[in-house]
C-alpha cells in the first residue's frame, strides 16, 4: 500500500491521543464523504454504503463546474484495523475519456474525524488524493450508525419481528429477506451461481405478475454494484420478456452476518406502496395492497430456492440429446427454471419438474 503524506498539523489532528482503530466502530465511517469546501458543481464524494471489520463497499465520484467527471459504481474491498486508524482498499474499473475501460485502486485511511483518500488508476494516474469529511457532523466513529429502535406498521398493523431484525441506517430502512416482505405477500429467493471466474448473487422478489431481481457479480476484482431488473406484465420472465432497469447506487442491499437485507423503500415503490415515518411514534408507516394470487408457501419457496442447475440436469438426463444453455437461475411471475438446448431448439426445465420449449422468432 502507498504510504500516506500528511502534514504534521493534520496528523496531530488524525492521531488523537485517545484514539484507537480498535475501540471505533466500523460501521460508523457508513454515508456520505466529501471533499473540503465541497459544491453541488464542485465536489469529490466518497460514499460508503457498507462497512464492518473485514469489508468495505464504496462509491466515487468526483463532480467538477456541474459535470460529472469521474465517477465509478460500488466495489467491495478489504479492511484491516491498526492501532491508530483503519485500512482500506478497494479495485475497481473505469471508463475513460474514450470510452476504453481501464481499472485503478483506492486506498483509504481512516481517523477520528477524516478519511485520507488516495485513488489512482493502474497505470499511474491520480484521480485524488486528499481528506474527505463526513456528511454528518460532528461525526463520531464510536457510534453505530445502524438503529433498530423503531417500530414498523403495514396497514397500520404492527409487525413483529423474531431475532433477526429490520434496521435503519443514513435514513434508509432495511429489512431482512423473509418476514415483512411475507406479510406484503412477496416471494423471496436467494442465488448464488459461481461459473469459472465469474460469482454471482441474485435476490429475486415476485407479486402477482412483477418480478424484482438484484444481482451483482464478481469478477475477481471484487463484487460490483448491485442492479436492479424489473419485468412487468402479464406473462413477465425474466429470460423472454422486456425488462426495465433502476438506479440504485444508494440504496444498495446490504449483506450483514451472513443475512441479507434489502432497502425497503426501493420495494415498496416498485410494487407500489407507501412509506412514510411517524417520528413522534419512531414508527415506519408502509401502506400496501398486499393482494396476491402468487403468494406461495414457505415450504415451497424454499424447494424453489433450492432448485440449482445440478437439480435442473437430473431432469434434462431424461431427455435424449438435452444439454445445459447455461447456469442462470431464470424466474417466472410463478415459477423458476433453466434453460437447455436439444438439437437446436432451446427449453425451460422448471423446479417441479415440467420442460416446455421456448418459441424464438
Known sequence: MKKFIISTVSALLMFGATASAHSYNNSAFMGKWFSANASDTDKTQLYISYMDKNQICVDFKQI??????????EYTGNVTN??????????FDYTDEYGTTKSGFMEMAMFIDNIWLSVYSDSGIT?????????ARPFNPYRSPFSSQFKLK???????????????VNGTTYVPLRGVLDAMNINVYWDDITNADVHTQYITTNRNTKILQFAR????????????????????DTYETAAGTADISEHQPIIMNNRSYVPLRV????????????DAEKTVLLNDDIASDTKKSESEIDKIQ??????????A????????????????YKSKYYIYSQEGKLFKVFYDGTVSDIVTE
Not at 491498526?82 to 479495485?91: G, L, N
Not at 435424449?320 to 424466474?331: K, Q, W
Request: aromatic fraction near 16%.
Open 154 to 168: 403495514l396497514n397500520d398493523a404492527e409487525q413483529s419481528f423474531g431475532n433477526v431484525k429490520p434496521f435503519i
Open 317 to 332: 438426463a431424461n431427455y435424449v440429446g438435452m444439454t445445459r444453455y447455461d447456469i442462470t437461475p431464470r424466474y417466472t
Open 217 to 236: 457479480t464478481d469478477n475477481g476484482r471484487g463484487f460490483g454494484p448491485w442492479t436492479l431488473t424489473s419485468w412487468d406484465n402479464a406473462r413477465a
Open 267 to 278: 420495494l415498496s415503490e416498485c410494487y407500489g406502496a407507501v412509506i412514510d415515518w411517524d
Open 306 to 315: 433450492m432448485f440449482t442447475s445440478a437439480k435442473a440436469d437430473e431432469i
Open 82 to 91: 491498526k492501532d491508530d486508524h483503519i485500512e482500506a482498499t478497494v479495485k
Open 64 to 73: 467538477t463546474d456541474g459535470k460529472e467527471l469521474f465517477d465509478f459504481t
Open 127 to 135: 484521480f485524488y488524493n486528499n481528506a474527505v469529511y463526513s456528511e
